[in-house]
């Protein structure tokens, strides 16, 4: 049996809470609060405490999925971003760039909402971009 200890930064919301992650044999097992954390100084939210049960459910999707005739079936990369592309070209072209908007959050970084709002913007042309971190 293997056991570790594993600081890391909490992805929920912007705030940036240290906490450790319990491993054991390979597998998150626990989350604690990390007690020298100017952040969260040894707190953490609900959340926070469960962040480790998303990481290894049997639900999570890993890989992208495309539903046709309400079928959805496992795809390359190359191809669900093409249809992606080609959805959001024939959306904006039919009905206008403001029938589309865009929700970034809080687990990316600054750089990567600052890039999706550049896209909104510059590639669909619309200004509807919103963002979760409201806490």
Known sequence: MEFKSVITTCPICACGCG???EVMDGRIVATAPSKTSPTNRGKLCIKGWNVHEFVQHPDRLKKPLIRKDGVSREVPWDE?????AGELRRIRDAYGPDSIAFLSSARCTNEENYILQ????????????DHCARL
């Open 19 to 21: 906490m450790w992650l």
């Open 80 to 84: 669900a971003l093409a249809y992606t």
């Open 118 to 129: 550049k896209f909104a913007r510059t590639a669909v042309g619309t200004n509807n971009v």
